[in-house]
């Protein structure tokens, strides 16, 4: 789940055109299961799930939805996709990290550690509904970032691990590789990943690094960015990403693409 920016308001609507397109992308990915039917699931979500008042001057005439109203929308369409992959009964891991626009800020300024931030806390409330019903959810586990990082990594079922970032650490997609490579000489968990999954860029990219090792930018989910269209002529498509893996790597990508 990649750059929902729940509140934003653009080219491709508001808030019920973000919510119609997550059922959109919600019942591509079921059926996906559904045929697959995989040992264990990983939902991941790459950030940027609210819009916030801090990306834009104008965030606060263009928005639809104030701050706790966006924090509630995002709320509920995660618990919306958490509660519909438990079904399936098999592991369901998820897995979120920090980004810019989720970030708690004082206007432009970060406040607080990495971790001060309103994907995350998402993610901490979806954990105690969850735990309220153990014979429904006893199934689902959820990782973020230890309190001072911005990435994590997941081993999975098969062997092969995976890691994610939001992809605000570098200004172009095309600079993360060498923020991998960093992070993999430095012997951060997502350095040494086999596959590590970004947001944030908008547009889906995948590419490969180091000896068989893969990276994928999700595409965005958002209401659009008008400022980037009138700036380059680009727009993004929405949708969400999925990969399946086993012992031997990955294969079926597939996007549900939203529209």
Not at 184 to 200: E, K, L, N
Not at 205 to 213: I, L, Q, T, V
Not at 218 to 234: I, Y
């Amino acid at each position: 789940l990649g750059d929902f920016q729940a509140g934003k308001h653009d080219y491709l609507g508001g808030t019920p055109e973000l919510l119609e397109r997550s059922e959109i992308a919600l019942e591509q990915v079921l059926a996906k299961i559904r045929r697959a039917r995989p040992t264990e699931i990983v939902l991941i979500d790459v950030g940027d799930a609210l819009e916030g008042f801090a990306s834009a001057p104008n965030a606060a005439q263009t928005n639809d939805l104030d701050q706790t109203e966006q924090l509630t929308v995002w709320r509920r369409i995660l618990w919306r996709w958490i509660s519909e992959l438990a079904k399936f009964g098999v592991r369901l891991i998820v897995l979120g990290v920090p980004s810019n626009h989720c970030r708690v800020r004082s206007g432009k300024n970060a406040d607080g550690k990495p971790n001060d931030d309103w994907g995350l806390q998402t993610i901490g409330a979806v954990a105690d509904m969850a735990a309220v019903n153990p014979e429904a959810y006893g199934h689902v586990e959820f990782h973020v970032p230890p309190v001072h990082d911005e990435h994590l990594a997941f081993t999975l079922v098969g062997g092969k691990t995976i890691g994610a970032a939001h992809g605000h650490q570098k200004g172009s997609p095309d600079a993360l590789s060498s923020w991998l490579d960093g992070q993999s000489s430095g012997d951060a968990p997502v350095g040494q990943a086999y596959a590590v999954f970004f947001g944030h860029f908008h547009s889906l990219r995948k590419w490969s690094w180091g000896a068989d090792r893969w990276a994928w930018v999700s595409p965005a989910m958002d209401n659009g960015s008008g400022w980037f269209s009138n700036l380059t002529g680009k727009k993004s498509r929405p949708g969400v990403l999925t990969v399946t893996f086993d012992e031997h790597g990955w294969r079926d990508e597939f996007v549900a693409w939203a529209n």
